[in-house]
């Protein structure tokens, strides 16, 4: 991996105090911390215990390793002796990993939304000892600022409060609480209709930014899923207004500051409406997300474009992120000691020191590089320029095939020059944990690359991955951990590591037609089925029936950063139905859809993963089952005509000696008569509940697929 990581070690002293309870910790995020003034305890039986022997409330800072406000409050905070005096006298003080612990994150993130309006990170909590929370909010600093309370204020009022009238605040936790409990159990169910879809795309349609892409106002997010709807809608309706949403969108990405023009990969999202200027740190999961949008608008439009910036995520992805053991790791950090952003920006003078003066006038018309720049350091107040392209040259290039530079010697030269004289810089700190359910996006994204490309080192990342989950985040009765960090594997699996996982396994076998890999997503769902689902009321909890008891269980449908866990099982299952031909899949998929329906139905564009697999649902879904040597080129030829078009409700199954061997007629059954017609290789077509005859010939399939 590229660049010298890390920041700078403190100089006043903070490396020399003594360890919190955080010392054992794996956390990258949680190590920030084990020498904090503050006494930190890990989340767990410990520390609530000792709030109730001390008779103390229960201060719970939830962060994680790349966000840059919880760097700031740390700073501020965290790592002053006076607020940390308070907080050690008065509290009990516990820090949370949101990526290592998403179901805490969850529970206080819906008490924070539901007594504040608003919510996010760093996220503060007091608590009652019995984890009922009775304050919440976001960032303090430490003295008051602006209108804002600072912590050396409120702290202490709140402890007052505490041994005063402590009855009215343990009453209004156990509102908050039961509040919480009813939101989570109450799911008002309906029938489904794919009227819902054609709102959906209404209400993203009154969002849309023509000028820039996107949806609403700055910050601007990628919202990759949202994409992928506009993309089903526009291939179920015909809509150009949905395809043109999704191209503006991608372009403006593309060419956009959020885009990493020279190391690849994008960053978390764009401060400003254009996109020009990101949060600077960059996530797995949107590097995943984006790599299949992309992948899918190349197939759809055959923009060249789309599949460069795809190939240029799948570059960083395994150059970067992706560890010698095949796991890929969380996230790099936005800040270093320089500050915010500091690693990816430059100056003019920058450009001519590394290129020469020739040279640096041309990369700089050609990245908007100036000398006023286009983005300050916040630390250092230091001008700069986020490298970006110019999107009317890019847009106005589609049809001959790319940008005029892009693939011009001279270009690719000086990127590779800026990059080297990058990686000389002091690169953001990474966080190294690997998460089940963040591999499992990776792992689905470079299966679906590798079909819509043929890139093997797709194919050979993906399975590398996917191997070392096997290898090491499986427990010992068949479920998955969550987190692999430093050697061990820990924390029992939430159900966005089954559903992200088992959507991974379907896109394997959708690469390389291994019914194992089938086999061991219906393992996956067995499990998933048995610890997470509500019988009652339906859908899947995010956490085990096993798992650590919490104030609330909840259950996520919301479609954020990260598309929820009954979105893609909606998926999955529909997958499921079709692939092995069982038909109860697709009964259980039918009624968790019905079990979200009317929450979907409230803002349509809140949900569009859910969107998704409703699509899948309402049909009519394709399924092609081609019977013959793997190893002929018409075989071959014939997968290709399916792959390189963009199909998302085709499942397609290859039937030969080999797949025959390896268990094919275990877990699909139904392709067991479907053999090559007269030694000729031949593709078996069903839409829906309606089936073709079987065809033989290249052109007949192609007919098929075009609707001819």
Same mark, same amino acid.
């Given at each position: 991996?590229?660049?010298?990581?890390?920041?700078?070690?403190?100089?006043?002293?903070?490396?020399?105090?003594?360890?919190?309870?955080?010392?054992?910790?794996?956390?990258?995020?949680?190590?920030?911390?084990?020498?904090?003034?503050?006494?930190?305890?890990?989340?767990?039986?410990?520390?609530?215990?000792?709030?109730?022997?001390?008779?103390?409330?229960?201060?719970?800072?939830?962060?994680?390793?790349?966000?840059?406000?919880?760097?700031?409050?740390?700073?501020?905070?965290?790592?002053?002796?006076?607020?940390?005096?308070?907080?050690?006298?008065?509290?009990?003080?516990?820090?949370?990993?949101?990526?290592?612990?998403?179901?805490?994150?969850?529970?206080?993130?819906?008490?924070?939304?539901?007594?504040?309006?608003?919510?996010?990170?760093?996220?503060?909590?007091?608590?009652?000892?019995?984890?009922?929370?009775?304050?919440?909010?976001?960032?303090?600093?430490?003295?008051?600022?602006?209108?804002?309370?600072?912590?050396?204020?409120?702290?202490?009022?709140?402890?007052?409060?505490?041994?005063?009238?402590?009855?009215?605040?343990?009453?209004?936790?156990?509102?908050?609480?039961?509040?919480?409990?009813?939101?989570?159990?109450?799911?008002?169910?309906?029938?489904?209709?794919?009227?819902?879809?054609?709102?959906?795309?209404?209400?993203?349609?009154?969002?849309?930014?023509?000028?820039?892409?996107?949806?609403?106002?700055?910050?601007?997010?990628?919202?990759?899923?949202?994409?992928?709807?506009?993309?089903?809608?526009?291939?179920?309706?015909?809509?150009?207004?949905?395809?043109?949403?999704?191209?503006?969108?991608?372009?403006?990405?593309?060419?956009?500051?959020?885009?990493?023009?020279?190391?690849?990969?994008?960053?978390?999202?764009?401060?400003?409406?254009?996109?020009?200027?990101?949060?600077?740190?960059?996530?797995?999961?949107?590097?995943?997300?984006?790599?299949?949008?992309?992948?899918?608008?190349?197939?759809?439009?055959?923009?060249?474009?789309?599949?460069?910036?795809?190939?240029?995520?799948?570059?960083?992805?395994?150059?970067?992120?992706?560890?010698?053991?095949?796991?890929?790791?969380?996230?790099?950090?936005?800040?270093?000691?320089?500050?915010?952003?500091?690693?990816?920006?430059?100056?003019?003078?920058?450009?001519?020191?590394?290129?020469?003066?020739?040279?640096?006038?041309?990369?700089?018309?050609?990245?908007?590089?100036?000398?006023?720049?286009?983005?300050?350091?916040?630390?250092?107040?230091?001008?700069?320029?986020?490298?970006?392209?110019?999107?009317?040259?890019?847009?106005?290039?589609?049809?001959?095939?790319?940008?005029?530079?892009?693939?011009?010697?001279?270009?690719?030269?000086?990127?590779?020059?800026?990059?080297?004289?990058?990686?000389?810089?002091?690169?953001?700190?990474?966080?190294?944990?690997?998460? %089940? &359910?963040?591999?499992?996006?990776? !792992? $689905? +994204? =470079?299966?679906?690359? /590798?079909? @819509?490309?043929? #890139? *093997?080192?797709?194919?050979?990342?993906?399975?590398?991955?996917?191997?070392?989950?096997?290898?090491?985040?499986?427990?010992?009765?068949?479920?998955?951990?969550?987190?692999?960090?430093?050697?061990?594997?820990?924390?029992?699996?939430? %159900? &966005?590591?089954?559903?992200?996982? !088992? $959507? +991974? =396994?379907?896109?394997? /076998?959708? @690469?390389?037609? #291994? *019914?194992?890999?089938?086999?061991?997503?219906?393992?996956?769902?067995?499990?998933?089925?048995?610890?997470?689902?509500?019988?009652?009321?339906?859908?899947?909890?995010?956490?085990?029936?096993?798992?650590?008891?919490?104030?609330?269980?909840?259950?996520?449908?919301?479609?954020?950063?990260?598309?929820?866990?009954?979105?893609?099982?909606?998926?999955?299952?529909?997958?499921?139905?079709?692939?092995?031909?069982?038909?109860?899949?697709?009964?259980?998929?039918?009624?968790?859809?019905?079990?979200?329906?009317?929450?979907?139905?409230?803002?349509?564009?809140?949900?569009?993963?859910?969107?998704?697999?409703?699509?899948?649902?309402?049909?009519?879904?394709?399924?092609?089952?081609?019977?013959?040597?793997?190893?002929?080129?018409?075989?071959?030829?014939?997968?290709?005509?399916?792959?390189?078009?963009?199909?998302?409700?085709?499942?397609?199954?290859?039937?030969?000696?080999?797949?025959?061997?390896?268990?094919?007629?275990?877990?699909?059954?139904?392709?067991?008569?479907?053999?090559?017609?007269?030694?000729?290789?031949?593709?078996?077509?069903?839409?829906?509940?309606?089936?073709?005859?079987?065809?033989?010939?290249?052109?007949?399939?192609?007919?098929?697929?075009?609707?001819?």
């Amino acid at each position: 991996m590229q660049g010298k990581s890390g920041t700078a070690s403190p100089s006043d002293g903070r490396s020399e105090r003594p360890f919190n309870h955080l010392r054992y910790e794996k956390s990258p995020y949680l190590k920030k911390h084990v020498r904090n003034p503050v006494d930190w305890f890990p989340w767990g039986d410990e520390a609530f215990s000792r709030a109730v022997q001390e008779d103390k409330p229960v201060f719970l800072s939830i962060g994680y390793a790349t966000c840059h406000w919880c760097h700031v409050m740390a700073r501020e905070s965290f790592e002053d002796d006076a607020v940390a005096a308070i907080l050690n006298e008065h509290y009990i003080s516990i820090k949370v990993d949101r990526e290592e612990r998403p179901d805490i994150d969850a529970v206080y993130m819906m008490a924070c939304q539901q007594m504040t309006g608003q919510g996010g990170w760093p996220l503060s909590i007091i608590t009652t000892p019995a984890k009922e929370p009775f304050f919440a909010g976001t960032y303090f600093p430490r003295s008051g600022r602006a209108g804002m309370p600072g912590l050396l204020d409120l702290l202490p009022q709140i402890a007052r409060i505490w041994a005063k009238e402590r009855g009215d605040l343990e009453r209004s936790a156990r509102v908050v609480t039961e509040a919480l409990r009813s939101t989570a159990e109450n799911l008002p169910g309906g029938k489904v209709d794919s009227r819902l879809l054609t709102r959906g795309y209404e209400d993203l349609a009154l969002m849309f930014d023509p000028v820039y892409g996107g949806f609403g106002r700055a910050p601007k997010f990628p919202t990759p899923t949202t994409l992928q709807f506009l993309l089903r809608f526009w291939k179920r309706n015909g809509s150009d207004q949905a395809l043109n949403m999704v191209t503006t969108t991608l372009d403006a990405l593309s060419c956009g500051g959020i885009h990493d023009q020279l190391g690849g990969g994008f960053h978390r999202y764009s401060t400003d409406a254009s996109w020009r200027v990101p949060h600077f740190e960059k996530m797995l999961y949107d590097q995943a997300l984006l790599l299949t949008a992309f992948s899918d608008a190349w197939l759809a439009t055959k923009n060249p474009v789309y599949r460069e910036t795809a190939k240029d995520i799948v570059t960083y992805l395994l150059r970067d992120l992706q560890s010698d053991n095949g796991g890929f790791i969380a996230a790099e950090d936005a800040d270093t000691v320089e500050g915010e952003g500091a690693y990816y920006s430059w100056t003019l003078e920058e450009f001519t020191q590394v290129l020469g003066r020739n040279e640096a006038a041309h990369a700089a018309r050609h990245f908007g590089v100036t000398a006023s720049g286009n983005f300050v350091v916040p630390e250092s107040n230091r001008r700069v320029n986020v490298l970006i392209l110019d999107r009317e040259n890019r847009v106005n290039s589609q049809e001959t095939g790319l940008l005029p530079e892009a693939d011009d010697a001279r270009i690719k030269n000086i990127t590779t020059r800026l990059l080297l004289a990058r990686n000389q810089r002091p690169r953001p700190a990474r966080d190294t944990k690997i998460l %089940a &359910d963040w591999n499992g996006l990776a !792992i $689905a +994204a =470079l299966a679906h690359a /590798y079909r @819509a490309s043929g #890139d *093997p080192a797709c194919l050979a990342a993906a399975e590398k991955a996917m191997q070392f989950v096997r290898s090491n985040l499986r427990t010992t009765d068949g479920g998955l951990f969550h987190r692999y960090c430093d050697g061990e594997a820990a924390i029992l699996g939430f %159900a &966005d590591d089954y559903a992200f996982m !088992i $959507a +991974a =396994l379907l896109e394997l /076998y959708g @690469a390389t037609f #291994d *019914p194992r890999l089938i086999s061991e997503a219906i393992h996956l769902e067995q499990y998933l089925t048995r610890h997470f689902s509500d019988p009652v009321h339906g859908g899947y909890y995010s956490t085990p029936d096993n798992g650590d008891p919490l104030i609330v269980r909840t259950k996520e449908i919301y479609d954020g950063a990260l598309p929820s866990s009954n979105s893609v099982m909606l998926q999955n299952l529909v997958t499921l139905g079709y692939l092995t031909g069982n038909a109860g899949y697709t009964d259980r998929a039918s009624s968790l859809a019905a079990a979200f329906f009317r929450i979907a139905e409230r803002s349509p564009s809140a949900y569009t993963a859910y969107l998704c697999g409703l699509d899948d649902l309402l049909g009519p879904a394709t399924c092609i089952v081609i019977a013959g040597d793997g190893k002929r080129p018409d075989t071959e030829q014939m997968i290709r005509e399916i792959r390189d078009r963009y199909l998302p409700a085709t499942n397609l199954i290859l039937r030969t000696p080999d797949s025959v061997a390896g268990g094919l007629d275990n877990c699909v059954p139904f392709t067991s008569a479907m053999t090559a017609l007269e030694g000729k290789v031949t593709a078996y077509i069903c839409h829906g509940t309606t089936c073709s005859e079987p065809v033989t010939k290249i052109e007949d399939l192609v007919a098929h697929l075009e609707g001819k």
